[in-house]
């Protein structure tokens, strides 16, 4: 039997970690919600929904913790250049600072808003930064299939226009719905390549 990576194992608990306790929340939020009206956090607001709040809460924190070994197992990436493993390297090191600021989201929720938009600001920030290196990346590793390198710039300007230009609910779901899926993407690679 074949042994799976460190990033195909993490990257899938990340995907499903998130969608089961963001899901979990959502039906257990008391009220009206829809993504066009609500952001994601909101799942997350005790006042709004005692219940599933620890739910979303907790799904940021566990999937935030999953996505550390996922960046970490980027080192299957590495090429011979240095350049090139500088590159990843970097990619690693803010993919990790961008787990930590997810799990930051979920440890300060809404309840703590001052904080809660510190931290979910620094995320979606630093995010872009997370596709545009780890695409660029990739995209130069011969076993990288280019089509995701450009799914992954696609994402990333999403985010830009959901950072700086339409601060959205629908629009943040999209984003993190895609983000979760070139997370797929990049497991999918590292499987049907073995790396």
């Given at each position: 039997?074949?042994?799976?990576?460190?990033?195909?194992?993490?990257?899938?608990?990340?995907?499903?970690?998130?969608?089961?306790?963001?899901?979990?929340?959502?039906?257990?939020?008391?009220?009206?919600?829809?993504?066009?009206?609500?952001?994601?956090s909101d799942l997350g607001n005790s006042s709004y929904s005692p219940v599933g709040a620890v739910f979303y809460n907790i799904g940021c924190i566990t999937t935030g913790i999953a996505l550390f070994p996922f960046f970490?197992?980027?080192?299957?990436?590495?090429?011979?250049?240095?350049?090139?493993?500088?590159?990843?390297?970097?990619?690693?090191?803010?993919?990790?600072?961008?787990?930590?600021?997810?799990?930051?989201?979920?440890?300060?929720?809404?309840?703590?808003?001052?904080?809660?938009?510190?931290?979910?600001?620094?995320?979606?920030?630093?995010?872009?930064?997370?596709?545009?290196?780890?695409?660029?990346?990739?995209?130069?590793?011969?076993?990288?299939?280019?089509?995701?390198?450009?799914?992954?710039?696609?994402?990333?300007?999403?985010?830009?226009?959901?950072?700086?230009?339409?601060?959205?609910?629908?629009?943040?779901?999209?984003?993190?719905?895609?983000?979760?899926?070139?997370?797929?993407?990049?497991?999918?690679?590292?499987?049907?390549?073995?790396?």
């Amino acid at each position: 039997m074949r042994k799976l990576s460190l990033s195909i194992i993490s990257g899938t608990l990340v995907i499903i970690l998130y969608c089961v306790f963001t899901f979990t929340s959502l039906a257990l939020f008391p009220t009206y919600y829809s993504p066009l009206d609500n952001w994601l956090s909101d799942l997350g607001n005790s006042s709004y929904s005692p219940v599933g709040a620890v739910f979303y809460n907790i799904g940021c924190i566990t999937t935030g913790i999953a996505l550390f070994p996922f960046f970490i197992g980027h080192y299957k990436w590495y090429r011979e250049e240095i350049w090139h493993k500088i590159l990843v390297i970097i990619g690693q090191g803010i993919g990790c600072f961008a787990a930590f600021a997810l799990i930051m989201i979920g440890v300060y929720s809404e309840d703590f808003m001052t904080l809660h938009v510190l931290w979910s600001d620094i995320f979606f920030f630093v995010i872009l930064f997370v596709l545009i290196i780890t695409s660029i990346a990739l995209f130069l590793h011969e076993a990288f299939k280019k089509p995701i390198g450009i799914y992954g710039i696609v994402v990333a300007i999403l985010d830009v226009l959901f950072v700086f230009l339409i601060g959205t609910p629908l629009l943040e779901w999209f984003v993190v719905f895609t983000a979760l899926g070139y997370v797929g993407l990049i497991i999918y690679n590292m499987y049907v390549e073995e790396i």
